[in-house]
């Protein structure tokens, strides 16, 4: 496997994805005191790239590591970012690739990648009861942190209408803002 530099990385997915892939920054820093070199590398695509820009990161390396999905309500829409790391393997060269989609909260809508990388099965089950996302093709939709008698519609990371704030409760003597 050869070890492709951040800007070759770049490079490959402006080729693989076209018009598919929004914007990208490369990142490095030294640190510690061995003065080691830290690279990330931010891309940001379509939702309709999405996938695609999974399977090129999976043809970069055989198991690339997914560490987990972190979401952010922005208000119209949700937006994703699929923590990445590649050549973990090799001391001193691992890159931190975060994938960047936005969707709209007029239709949340994700296809899995489970398929790629079975282990993003956890990570998008949490995804989908925390902020609402529809996982399209997720094999095991399951709640996996809320209880079963959590109300059906509310998602504790939505900042809108579905979040849960009629639920929060207040310590006595406390006012709960906008109430």
């Known amino acids: 496997m050869e070890i492709l530099s951040p800007e070759k990385i770049v490079e490959s997915f402006k080729s693989a994805l076209g018009d598919g892939l929004l914007s990208s920054r490369i990142h490095q820093q030294e640190v510690a005191i061995t003065r080691n ?99 399209i093709g997720i094999p095991d939709d399951r709640r996996l942190f809320l209880s079963d008698d959590f109300p059906i519609g509310v998602y504790p990371w939505r900042k809108d209408d579905t979040g849960p704030q009629d639920l929060l409760k207040t310590l006595p003597g406390q006012k709960v803002p906008g109430r």
């Open 37 to 135: 070199l830290f690279q990330a590398i931010w891309l940001s695509v379509t939702p309709g790239s999405f996938k695609k820009s999974v399977a090129h990161f999976s043809s970069l390396q055989d198991y690339p590591h997914l560490a987990v999905v972190s979401s952010s309500d922005l208000g119209e829409e949700i937006e994703l970012i699929y923590h990445f790391s590649i050549y973990y393997e090799y001391q001193f060269k691992e890159i931190s690739v975060g994938v960047r989609v936005v969707l709209p909260k007029s239709k949340p809508e994700i296809p899995t990648i489970t398929d790629i990388i079975p282990g993003a099965l956890f990570t998008e089950r949490e995804t989908q009861e925390m902020i609402g996302i529809k996982v």
